[in-house]
């Protein structure tokens, strides 16, 4: 069972910055593919990005393409989600996202992945 806890949410003005991170605990970290989801009310939840289990390839949803940097820490347990530019409409409940993997690939369907953390809110104010 992997365990996984985000934080770093918050509200923040337009513009503005927030790294989100999320802590995993109970299995070997490098084995799990990640991603980043949000959910904003009323709708779907959405890929936001993803990054493979070593770390050198991500994908990221057009609207964040640029503003937007997943990246992972192996040796913390730990990846991110650094976010600039933020906008209005990047409101939501943030959710990081793993599943057992030993190729080293990316995937961006919620339906791939196995583990959730709790999600984290980030509000941003125009």
């Known amino acids: 069972q992997l365990e996984l806890v985000e934080s770093g949410g918050g509200l923040v003005q337009a513009g503005g910055p927030l790294r989100l991170s999320c802590a995993a605990s109970g299995r070997i970290f490098s084995s799990y593919p990640m991603a980043w989801f949000r959910q904003a009310p009323g709708q779907e939840r959405e890929f936001v990005a993803a990054?493979?289990?070593?770390?050198?390839?991500?994908y990221y949803t057009h609207s964040v393409k640029g503003r937007f940097t997943i990246s992972r820490d192996n040796a913390k347990n730990t990846a991110y989600l650094q976010m600039n530019s933020l906008i209005p409409e990047d409101t939501a409940v943030y959710y990081c996202?793993?599943?057992?993997?030993?190729?080293?690939?990316?995937?961006?369907?919620?339906?791939?992945?196995?583990?959730w953390g709790q999600g984290t809110q980030v509000t941003v104010s125009s």
């Open positions: 996202a793993a599943r057992p993997d030993s190729s080293n690939y990316y995937y961006i369907r919620s339906s791939e992945y196995d583990y």
């Open positions: 990054v493979t289990r070593m770390g050198d390839s991500m």
